[in-house]
C-alpha cells in the first residue's frame, strides 16, 4: 500500500510537476497554516482513510497553485489544480 505522500507526489508527477517541486509543494502544504499540527495523520501512513486523502489533496493542489503562480506562471499544469 503506497504512503499518502507517494500518492501525493505521484499526481502532481502524472499532472507534469518534477518531481522536486512535487516535494517542495507536499512540504509546504504540510508545513503550511491549513494543516492541523495535532493532526494524528501522517504524510509517511498509507492511504487507509479516502475522505482524508481527498481532504489532503484539496489542500495539495491549492499549494500548487500558489508555487505555480509564483514560481512558473503560465505553466502548463496549472488547469489540472483548479476548477472551472
Not at 504512503?3 to 504540510?30: F, M, Q
Not at 484539496?58 to 476548477?83: C, M, T, Y
Request: hydrophobic fraction near 45%; include cysteine.
Amino acid at each position: 500500500m503506497s504512503t499518502i505522500r507517494g500518492k501525493l507526489a505521484e499526481y502532481l508527477s502524472k499532472c507534469g510537476l518534477d518531481p522536486a517541486v512535487a516535494d517542495e509543494i507536499i512540504n509546504a502544504y504540510r508545513d503550511g497554516p491549513l494543516f492541523p499540527r495535532d493532526s494524528r495523520w501522517t504524510f509517511e501512513q498509507p492511504v487507509s482513510n479516502q475522505t482524508v486523502f481527498r481532504l489532503m489533496m484539496l489542500g495539495v493542489k491549492a499549494e500548487a497553485v500558489k508555487w505555480i503562480d509564483a514560481n512558473q506562471p503560465g505553466h502548463f499544469a496549472r488547469a489540472f489544480f483548479v476548477s472551472v
